[in-house]
């Protein structure tokens, strides 16, 4: 097979168009007699006119030829096929890019001619704690952000004279609810920067207050009355979260492709973080936490307890 970079037909069309250029209108019919300005005008456009169809022509057929090319190629990451060379560059204006929505939803072409796959990935690994337990330890991805969650309450009970439970995961968006169950007055709040509040006293039987977190991080819990009550809430941007299993492995589904920020948390431990990159079915990851023991903290005016520290 012959090779060629476009079809024949574009080529003829090239020739007939320069044919047309070089003949003399007047020539034409038999006629020697020059035309007129007006007629030499009309001539002029008309051939301005075809000139632009053809060329429009033959950018169209030129773009069917390289997309058909690619497919022969393999989508261009191929050895060409025998007989058929690759297109070189050509006098015609380059075809319009894709726009987002025109490119395939699962592929993407790198810069080596390489083709990512654009779908949802799944992310999973272990968590290693040195010094400390797998217990509340949880894992995210913190550089994915949805809508505030709506009309989702978790209750944090006061009770015994301790928040009931002492950790929890929620969305941004969630609302926090505090019931007072012991016969003693309580204060719930929180200096924590992205989610600071401050409940106020109140008793068992009064109507349970709340707080909506919007911030994302975690949230430091406390009772301005009883130091050792405290809590600690994790606000995750979005739902790509999972809480790490008694063997320390955990995953996570449905992450889409990308650079992604993961963060490893637990109450007792540091907080780590690393970039992954998103672009397969799955991507493998490993954190090591280190345990930190807990550090004493004010009361919400920035003081230490007063002698009632139960």
């Known amino acids: 097979m012959e090779k060629t970079s476009?079809?024949?037909?574009?080529?003829?069309?090239?020739?007939?168009?320069?044919?047309?250029?070089?003949?003399?209108?007047?020539?034409?019919?038999?006629?020697?007699?020059p035309p007129t300005r007006a007629e030499l005008a009309k001539l002029q456009n008309d051939v301005r006119e075809?000139?632009?169809?053809i060329i429009q022509m033959m950018q169209t057929e030129q773009q069917r030829y390289d997309m058909l090319l690619r497919l022969l190629q393999g989508q261009g990451g191929g050895t060409p096929l025998p007989g058929v060379a690759a297109a070189p560059a050509s006098g015609l204006s380059e075809p319009p890019a894709e726009s987002a929505s025109e490119?395939?939803?699962?592929?993407?072409?790198?810069?080596t001619g390489a083709v990512a796959d654009r779908r949802p990935g799944s992310i999973e690994g272990k968590v290693t704690v040195t010094g400390g337990s797998l217990e509340d330890v949880y894992v995210y991805v913190e550089n994915v952000k949805m809508p505030l969650t709506h009309h989702k309450v978790v209750e944090i009970k006061q009770e015994g004279r301790q928040f009931s439970p002492r950790v929890a995961v929620v969305q941004t968006g969630?609302?926090?609810?505090?019931?007072?169950?012991?016969?003693?007055?309580?204060?719930?709040?929180?200096?924590s920067p992205r989610n600071s509040f401050d409940l106020g006293?109140?008793?068992?039987?009064d109507k349970a207050r709340s707080v909506t977190v919007t911030g994302p991080g975690v949230v430091d819990i406390f009772c301005?009355?009883?130091?050792?009550?405290?809590?600690?809430?994790?606000?995750?941007?979005?739902?790509?979260?999972?809480?790490?299993?008694?063997?320390?492995?955990?995953?996570?589904?449905?992450?889409?492709?990308?650079v992604r920020r993961l963060v490893a948390w637990s109450p007792e431990t540091k907080v780590e973080s690393q970039r992954v990159a998103v672009n397969g079915p799955t991507t493998a990851v490993s954190f090591t936490l280190a345990h930190e023991d807990p550090s004493a903290h004010a009361?919400?005016?920035?003081?230490?307890?007063?002698?009632?520290?139960?």
């Open 50 to 53: 075809q000139r632009q169809l």
């Open 174 to 191: 969630t609302n926090l609810m505090f019931p007072n169950m012991d016969a003693v007055y309580h204060n719930v709040f929180s200096n």
């Open 224 to 258: 301005n009355i009883h130091q050792k009550m405290s809590a600690k809430v994790l606000v995750v941007p979005s739902v790509l979260y999972a809480k790490v299993r008694p063997d320390g492995t955990f995953r996570i589904e449905n992450v889409p492709p990308g």
């Open 201 to 205: 006293t109140y008793q068992a039987g």
């Open 299 to 310: 009361n919400k005016f920035g003081q230490a307890y007063g002698s009632y520290r139960d």
């Open 6 to 33: 476009r079809p024949i037909w574009a080529g003829i069309l090239s020739a007939l168009l320069i044919a047309q250029l070089a003949a003399p209108a007047w020539a034409q019919n038999g006629q020697d007699v």
């Open 103 to 111: 490119k395939p939803a699962n592929k993407r072409s790198t810069a």
